[in-house]
Structure formats: structure tokens, C-alpha cells
């Protein structure tokens, strides 16, 4: 099949997601990245099912990843937040321990097209993702901005043919 008939087999497929923000300070209530993706992820037809605020610990972070596998039912898990280089970004030092594949193009792809809006500063992030137990996971920076460029430029387009992939032989 080529890239365009996965993409046709796929589309009109609802995907069933989780939103984790990673963040040590952010609330219900000023969750703006979790509010965006559950407001455009529905108006793509998609179902969010977990969403959580988990505080920027990696521990916590492989908790909120174990907790959608075991789910069973969410084919896509978008983490927003704590993929810079501080001593408290670690998002992408505990996700991507449990990726049995990585998915490159999408980090690449995140800074480049970050690099158009921030410049240089766009190498500071470790935007990643990968498959783990069959959920496709994204790790993309907290900033509103990126979690914006993220959906628009990359998930919106490619959410429902990356859930196909992970359903089909």
C-alpha cells in the first residue's frame, strides 16, 4: 500500500488518546496544552480517554506511560512538557528508556519547523517519539506555541494513518 491508501483506509477512524502534561506547577484550571489538544483532538472526531497532570518526575512520567498501555483501549499517548535540558525536564530520559522503536522524523521534524518560529533556540528541545505495547507516544515541549505547531503541523495530518500502522499486520 502506498503512503496515500494508508492514509485513506485510515482516515474517519477515531483514535482513542491520552493527554499527560508534564509539569511541576500546572493545574487543572491553567492546563491551557491539555485544554487545546482535548478541544482539537475531539473536533477531529477522536476520543480522549486518560488525561493527566503529572509532575515533571520520572517516575511519575513512566507511571502516566504504564497507566495508558495497561488502558488497552488508547492507540496514541501525547505527553506536553518537560523535554529541555534543565536538571527537571526529564520526559524524554524516562519515555524514550521504553520505546521498543523510536520514531526520529518526528523530532527532526518538531525542530525544524520550530526553528522557523524561535530560531536557534529550537536544538534545546528533546522533542521525541516511539511505539511502546502498541501505543504510538509523543513527547513535545510545554509551551503552548510548540504544543500548537505540533498538532497542526504533524499530529492533525498523521494521528489517525500512525494509529492505523499500529493496528494492522
Not at 480517554?49 to 503529572?54: A, E, H, S, Y
Amino acid at each position: 500500500m502506498t503512503t496515500d491508501s494508508h492514509q485513506q483506509a485510515a482516515s474517519g477512524t477515531p483514535v482513542t488518546v491520552a493527554i499527560i502534561t508534564v509539569s511541576d506547577t500546572r493545574t487543572p484550571e491553567t492546563d491551557l496544552n491539555g485544554r487545546y489538544l482535548r478541544e482539537k483532538l475531539e473536533a477531529a472526531g477522536h476520543t480522549v480517554g486518560i488525561q493527566r497532570i503529572v509532575p515533571d518526575d520520572p517516575e511519575r512520567v513512566v507511571s502516566a506511560l504504564e497507566e495508558v498501555v495497561a488502558d488497552g483501549t488508547h492507540r496514541v499517548a501525547l505527553f506536553n512538557g518537560g523535554t529541555g535540558i534543565s536538571s527537571r525536564d526529564n520526559t524524554f530520559d524516562a519515555l524514550s528508556g521504553k520505546f521498543e522503536k523510536t520514531l526520529p522524523g518526528f523530532g527532526e521534524l518538531f525542530r525544524m519547523l520550530s526553528w522557523r518560529q524561535v530560531g536557534s533556540a529550537a536544538m534545546l528541545s528533546r522533542a521525541t517519539a516511539g511505539v511502546c505495547h502498541n501505543v504510538f507516544v509523543v513527547s513535545m515541549p510545554g509551551s503552548p506555541n510548540a504544543v500548537q505547531l505540533a498538532w497542526e503541523e504533524l499530529l492533525a495530518p498523521e494521528l489517525a494513518h500512525l494509529a492505523f500502522h499500529l493496528t494492522t499486520p
